[in-house]
């Protein structure tokens, strides 16, 4: 049965309820009357008869018995017109949702300003679409971009092995083959701890472990291991860092992480000089690496944090595209904040976390 159905007879079967229980109190009441005049008039002498309060109860019953008919059929046609007034928002909400079966999820409630129930619900519903649909978008994207990025290294591996395995090489054939097998298998592993890091941040499940950190110390190690990376192919690129002993609490190999991907990031853009500070207030520990390159064309700030999002169209490079993605969810599961500026010529990426001491309280 369908709601407008169902509608229309609870409207009716309410109208039958309460045009029979109106007779039934009618008819007490009479009744009761009648049965308090005859006992206060019992062992009087008989009055001329008169029309008995049961015949006029009578009547009573049989003008409802007629009436009543006529106001159930009433009811019924006026709660079907009140229901199919009352329902016009959900089929025409039915009829969207069928429209937009074909389309990505687009789909939007109507909305009648009315301040109803209806109202509430439609609003309600329509945030969470838009949610959805958000959702479906950066998921239908980051799959097709983990699907590209993926087959590049995969591609370069396969490739170099058949051409290794068609005929017998020198050595330095194989040495050279195997190198690039490596530097591929390296950047396939790479991004796939990246993937992982992200799937555990989307979950809610990455372990940070609550143990005292200095950022100072942390900075000075990721510097270290960017050295290498300096020296080959050389590049005349000064390195700075400034500020002093800055302890929060978390996951010191996840935050140096975040440390060598901003690092990363700042060599790969740098042109003369790469700075990091590390400083700390009572409240708040403040990590900025700042490099003087050319900085992010505004048109691409919105995308600068998603994932496998490039200024570069074509897509090539050295990093995957994940590197600021993961920074920004590192930070954030350990309660803190990560974001871009330019200034005095500089970008600077800043991330900031609570101190030992504020994470304590």
């Given at each position: ?154 591609t370069v591996i396969l490739g170099e092995s058949e051409v290794s395995l068609r005929r017998e090489r020198t ?88 440390l060598d991907n901003l690092l990363s990031n700042a060599r790969r853009h740098a042109r003369h000089h790469l ?87």
């Amino acid at each position: 049965m369908t709601l407008r159905a169902r509608l229309t007879l609870s409207i009716a079967a309410a109208v039958l309820g309460s045009s029979l229980l109106y007779g039934a109190l009618i008819t007490g009441v009479l009744v009761a009357n009648e049965w308090r005049e005859r006992q206060a008039h019992r062992g009087m002498p008989r009055q001329a008869p008169e029309e008995s309060l049961f015949g006029e109860a009578a009547q009573a019953l049989a003008a409802m018995a007629l009436a009543t008919p006529v106001a159930v059929l009433g009811a019924v046609a006026l709660g079907r017109a009140l229901a199919r007034q009352a329902l016009t928002p959900l089929r025409e909400a039915s009829s969207r949702a069928r429209a937009a079966r074909a389309s990505a999820l687009d789909l939007r409630l109507p909305v009648r300003d009315t301040g109803d129930e209806w109202d509430e619900l439609a609003t309600t519903l329509n945030a969470l679409l838009e949610d959805t649909r958000g959702a479906f978008t950066r998921m239908r994207s980051f799959t097709s971009d983990a699907a590209h990025e993926l087959r590049t290294p995969l591609t370069v591996i396969l490739g170099e092995s058949e051409v290794s395995l068609r005929r017998e090489r020198t050595p330095e054939e194989y040495r050279r083959s195997l190198e690039i097998v490596h530097d591929e298998s390296r950047r396939l592993s790479r991004l796939v701890d990246e993937l992982l890091q992200l799937a555990r941040a989307d979950a809610g499940a990455l372990a940070v472990e609550g143990e005292p950190v200095d950022l100072y110390l942390l900075a000075q190690m990721a510097l270290r291991r960017m050295e290498q990376p300096l020296a080959n192919p050389p590049r005349s690129l000064s390195v700075e860092l400034s500020g002093g002993s800055t302890l929060v609490r978390g996951n010191p190999v996840l935050l140096g992480d975040v440390l060598d991907n901003l690092l990363s990031n700042a060599r790969r853009h740098a042109r003369h000089h790469l700075r990091v500070d590390v400083r700390a207030t009572a409240s708040e520990a403040r990590v900025t690496v700042r490099d003087d390159g050319a900085g992010v064309d505004p048109a691409f700030l919105p995308r600068l944090f998603q994932r496998f999002a490039r200024a570069d169209p074509s897509r090539q490079g050295e990093g995957t595209g994940l590197g600021l993605a993961l920074s920004r969810a590192l930070i954030e599961a350990h309660g803190g904040t990560l974001d871009y500026a330019r200034g005095d010529d500089e970008s600077c990426f800043t991330f900031r976390l609570p101190t030992l001491s504020a994470a304590s309280g």
